[in-house]
């Protein structure tokens, strides 16, 4: 599978993490980076996925202006947002092969399945 593409969106959300250290953080908000990576091989028209209708299905995700404790459960981690969108990415598009959660323009992480 010699082709990759990327899809970049970005969102606002707000979590708290439930255990930091011992105890609760308190609530407060990012301006989230996300990039959904897909891999494979070109379609008969020459492209392995539609940026357009990659990149509208992943709008239709996003947890916009949504409190992510609320939405993924449990400890609202950034690593764990990163599996939660690739899950959603990879019903309806197979060729997700990796899927990046910026929280920062520093701090990111992850999600694959090799």
Known sequence: MPYRVKVVREFSAAHFLK???G???P???HNYRVEVILEGDLNEEGYLADF???NAYLKSILPEHRNLNEV???NSTTERLAKWIYDRMKERFPQV???WVWETGRFAASY???
Do not use: Q, W
Request: aromatic share 10%; proline share 0%; no cysteine.
């Open 23 to 25: 105890k609760a953080e």
């Open 72 to 74: 993924i459960g449990g």
């Open 97 to 99: 092969k990796e899927v």
């Open 52 to 54: 357009l209708e990659v």
């Open 112 to 114: 694959y399945e090799e």
């Open 27 to 29: 609530l407060h908000g």
């Open 19 to 21: 255990r930091y250290k």
